[in-house]
């Protein structure tokens, strides 16, 4: 069985005139949301072996702050793809994943990650910035990735992360 995290981007700054979207940092909440989450994960004793994640900066930023929380010492792989990506090119970049990892977590954007966690558990789950999902995939090799090929073990938010 392999692993699959989908983590979507922390809250980042408001787009300003003149500005990529690929370029929009963190915002101070957001920070605070990527860290939270990975201490979620360190705390938890979440297996993570491969980070791949957006290019967008607000992603990498999100990588690194959960990363470092975490503790984790995985790789990180940065993939330009991931990047306004759609469940089905989001399958494709997973089925690319060397078959000896079992854990990603995968580091992207909506509507793409709540579009790929509907399309892997069929749940209906809401992904705000920050929000962690983590699924069972019900295969040995991450190629043989489908739709409905996985079951939602948990998800969780950063505003239930401070609450608690």
């Not at 983590?7 to 957001?30: F, P, W, Y």
């Not at 990498?60 to 959960?66: D, I």
Request: charged share 30%; proline share 2%.
């Amino acid at each position: 069985m392999k692993t699959l995290l989908l983590l979507r981007h922390a809250k980042a700054e408001n787009a300003t005139g003149g500005s990529s979207d690929i370029n929009r940092a963190l915002n101070e909440r957001g920070k605070k949301e990527a860290q939270a989450i990975g201490t979620f994960i360190r705390k938890q004793n979440l297996t993570v072996e491969l980070v791949m994640c957006s290019a967008a900066v607000r992603a990498r930023e999100t990588a690194e702050l959960v990363i470092a929380a975490a503790k984790a010492t995985a790789n990180v792989r940065y993939d330009q793809r991931i990047y306004e990506a759609s469940p089905r090119q989001l399958l494709e970049i997973i089925s690319e994943v060397e078959e000896d990892k079992s854990a990603v977590l995968l580091v992207g954007h909506n509507p793409g990650m709540e579009d790929l966690l509907r399309a892997l558990t069929a749940t209906g789950e809401s992904m705000a910035t920050g929000t962690l999902a983590k699924i069972n995939l019900r295969v040995d090799e991450w190629n043989r990735v489908t739709e409905d090929g996985g079951d939602l073990e948990c998800i969780v938010r950063p505003d239930e992360l401070a609450a608690g």
